[in-house]
Nanobody, 120 residues
């Protein structure tokens, strides 16, 4: 069974930094797109950052130039470095991966989420 496990969430003052990490475990061949979404109460989950297998990254406009997504295929990990955090960044952050599990088997996987709270 493929699982995604996030870590690194917490409480940080406005202007501070956090680094989130997501490790994929289980049996699979490779991950295609990997990244991060976030969700606050009453809102739908929104894309924060996505990085492809070729390390091409896309960001939400609200986080571009502040956040950096990276991946390490050797450890099957995707990280999100968050700098200059703002109170509006407060959310539950979810790891996402599009994974090639086996022959003709590909699926979307989600972590359980990690809370990020930015105080003002």
């Amino acid at each position: 069974q493929v699982q995604l496990l996030e870590s690194g969430g917490g409480v940080v003052p406005a202007g501070g930094s956090l680094r989130l990490s997501c490790a994929a475990s289980g049996t699979f061949h490779e991950a295609y797109d990997m990244g991060w979404y976030r969700q606050t109460a009453g809102k739908q989950r929104e894309l924060v950052a996505i990085i492809s297998a070729s390390s091409s990254a896309r960001y939400a406009d609200s986080v571009k130039d502040r956040f950096t997504v990276s991946r390490d295929d050797a450890t099957r990990t995707v990280d999100l470095q968050m700098n200059s955090l703002r109170p509006e960044d407060t959310a539950i952050y979810f790891c996402y991966a599009d994974i090639y599990v086996a022959w003709r088997q590909r699926g979307n996987y989600w972590g359980q989420g990690t809370q990020v709270t930015v105080s003002s």
